[in-house]
């Protein structure tokens, strides 16, 4: 990590070890290290500089640090053992972040909430201000009750039975699954666990659990189960994905934003293409249909079979005209 | 250390600099200040080390390192002297329960994976440094995250909480032109996953909604642009949720689901009646090109009955996707 950190990021970030540190004497370096989210190596270095340090140069002037045999004692440095107040944007974080966790719907510690928040306010005075500019809204779209029943089943490692929507396949699901989290993401909240129906972990959208029964059974996942990587969206292609490439008119262009695709190319009349790659193609489909001709499959060709055929069967069942078989387009 | 000009040595004397005014109860004279940090030595000259310090003083109340300049008389009377007041400096002396540092943490980690985690972790460690925090186990299993994957946050954040007016290039929705806006930020507010800022528009002379995804390159200040004042009756989300939210519902349309279909319908809807393999539903809905839309997206499965709008919208939908791919797949049908 230092490789980019500039002098003064060190200095703050140095003003906050001491303090955290001359309050944990003797804690184990690789402890002290993982909690400060630096490698061992980053910490002795830090502790070496921290060791030449001082108000003056004698020798009783100097920070005393010490970390032979595994454990790091910090001493004699009063001037700097409280922690610098919070930057601007570090108290915008916590503010925003409380806010943000005090509107979970359903959520039983809101008056820890409010009492942190009360507390964090009189420690920053003025950044408070500016934090209050920035807002988020994680409440969206899940009933308070549901969002308890999920969360009381992963702390009480109980088994659930679902009935899920699955809107790609226009399908009500019925499935077992033993929760391992809840997790809000991009506002959406989601369920993640492992789906005895899919022997696999599964993210479930909580907008489309349409019941959920905490079950009497044991819901502990099996061992190899492990916890998706949320980084890149709840969306992870597939090396055997479909690869598709499709054209947007101008009216189209916000599909790019709105789906995950791998590349878009813009042409100089504002129309682009876009490259994607996905499991299963009938979300497309849907898609194609409602764009009415704003978005056009380049490949594969049995997506462009499948739309026009749904296309024209659709038209039937609306007794609508078949409109004179195109004549190029 | 390595080399006297480093950053570690750089690390090394502004660290010094701090404690050794933080340390002083009196301001302390630049050429005391000199003797005292050994980095200083290193200066070749009187005007290398003059220009050393005043940038050393700059970084560190960027910091927010609040160091004051004092006049402390003495020998010549315009001498002035620099110290660091412990009780601005401090973070005050507030002792959280283990309970709220555990509502904090979950704070922290909504930024975890955002631009804002270095800060989020860091301001959750100046909390904790006072003392060694008990492990409460309340709030597992819920885990909430904020995404700030838009290039134009970081700089638009700043603005904000600044009030700095800005100008960027702005991509409108439809035609995907790129205008440039300038803007005196409001407020910043995630909705439904998405960043939006507000402001009032220079140019248009109005206040606007501003998605993030959709600023085109850099985002500038404004140099010398007229001091603003944020409406204090502006609230972000409401104004985001009016300009780019949903309406009011609008009316009922009677569809037709074939069985097992059309599920987020069923869900909305009443039946009102099934005939064969089809169910007549009644289901409410806030704007005619939105239900078009849901409606198309099932293809053979549903059927609009009425209202005739949403139904010829419909089977416009239908004409538009069928006349576009017949091209493609040779006009067989």
């Given at each position: 990590m230092s490789t980019q950190e500039t002098a003064t990021a060190r200095l703050a970030r140095l003003l906050t070890m001491v303090p955290w540190l001359v309050n944990r004497q003797g804690i184990d370096t690789e402890q002290a290290a993982a909690d400060l989210g630096i490698s061992v190596e980053q910490l002795e270095t830090d502790l070496r500089l921290l060791y030449l340090c001082?108000?003056?140069?004698?020798p009783d002037e100097l920070i005393d640090a010490e970390w032979e045999g595994g454990h790091v004692f910090v001493s004699n440095a009063d001037t700097i053992a409280r922690p610098l107040r919070l930057g601007r944007d570090e108290a915008l974080t916590l503010m925003v972040g409380l806010r943000a966790l005090a509107a979970?719907?359903?959520?039983?510690e809101r008056d820890t909430i409010e009492r942190a928040m009360a507390k964090l306010e009189a420690a920053t005075g003025a950044s408070a201000e500016a934090a209050s500019r920035v807002e988020v809204a994680i409440?969206?779209?899940?009933e308070a009750g549901l969002l308890a029943d999920a969360r009381r089943a992963v702390e009480t490692h109980r088994r659930v039975h679902l009935r899920y929507l699955v809107p790609s396949r226009d399908e009500s699901t019925e499935r077992d699954v033993d929760p391992m989290r809840v997790v809000n993401l991009d506002a959406r909240w989601y369920l993640e666990g492992w789906c005895h129906r899919a022997q696999d972990t599964r993210l479930f959208r909580m907008d489309r659990i349409e019941s959920l029964d905490v079950l009497d059974?044991?819901?502990?996942?099996?061992?190899?189960a492990r916890l998706r990587d949320l980084d890149a969206g709840t969306f992870t292609p597939r090396e055997d994905d479909t690869r598709v490439t499709l054209r947007l008119s101008r009216g189209a262009a916000w599909v790019a934003d709105y789906y995950p695709v791998d590349s878009v190319d813009v042409a100089a009349d504002g129309s682009s293409t876009v490259t994607l790659r996905t499991a299963d193609t009938l979300w497309l489909r849907r898609l194609l249909w409602r764009l009415g001709g704003h978005a056009i499959v380049v490949s594969p060709p049995e997506l462009a079979r499948a739309v026009t055929d749904g296309a024209l069967e659709a038209l039937a069942a609306y007794g609508a005209a078949d409109p004179a078989p195109a004549s190029g387009r | 250390m390595s080399s006297p000009t480093g950053p570690a040595a750089k690390t090394e004397r502004l660290l010094n600099l701090v404690l050794c005014l933080l340390y002083t109860r009196r301001a302390l004279p630049k050429s005391k200040i000199r003797d005292i940090?050994?980095?200083?030595?290193?200066?070749?000259s009187d005007e290398a080390f003059d220009r050393m310090f005043e940038r050393d003083k700059d970084e560190l109340r960027e910091l927010g390192i609040p160091l004051v300049t004092e006049d402390?008389?003495?020998?010549?009377?315009d001498e002035v002297g620099y110290r660091i007041d412990q009780r601005e400096y401090a973070l005050p002396d507030i002792e959280f329960e283990p309970d709220e540092l555990a509502v904090l943490g979950l704070a922290s980690r909504t930024?975890?994976?955002?631009?804002l985690a270095g800060p989020a972790a860091q301001a959750l460690r100046k909390l904790k440094a006072a003392g060694i925090e008990r492990d409460v186990?309340?709030?597992?299993g819920i885990e909430p995250r904020l995404g700030t994957?838009?290039?134009a946050f970081e700089p638009v954040k700043n603005a904000v909480v600044a009030q700095q007016t800005i100008s960027f290039g702005y991509r409108t929705g439809g035609q995907g032109e790129v205008n440039a806006r300038r803007v005196q930020p409001w407020g910043l507010a995630s909705w439904h996953g998405r960043w939006y800022l507000t402001g009032f528009d220079l140019d248009r002379g109005a206040p606007r909604v501003f998605r993030?995804?959709?600023?085109?390159g850099a985002v500038s200040p404004v140099r010398r642009a007229a001091p603003y004042v944020v409406p204090s009756d502006h609230r972000a989300r409401e104004m985001i949720r009016t300009t780019v939210g949903e309406r009011e519902v609008s009316g009922t349309a009677t569809v037709r689901v074939r069985q097992g279909r059309g599920q987020s319908l069923r869900r909305r809807g009443t039946a009102r009646g099934v005939e064969g393999e089809w169910t007549t539903l009644q289901v409410p809905f806030t704007d005619d090109d939105a239900l078009a839309d849901e409606v198309s997206g099932y293809g053979a499965d549903v059927v609009v009955v009425e209202p005739a709008e949403v139904r010829d919208l419909v089977v416009a939908r239908l004409r538009g996707a069928l006349a576009a791919h017949r091209a493609l797949t040779g006009g067989a049908a």
């Open positions: 001082g108000y003056g140069q004698m979970v719907p359903g959520l039983g409440d969206e779209g899940v059974v044991d819901g502990t996942p099996p061992a190899d | 940090v050994p980095q200083y030595g290193d200066a070749a402390i008389g003495g020998v010549w009377d930024w975890a994976h955002a631009s186990d309340s709030l597992v994957s838009e290039p993030l995804s959709r600023i085109d």
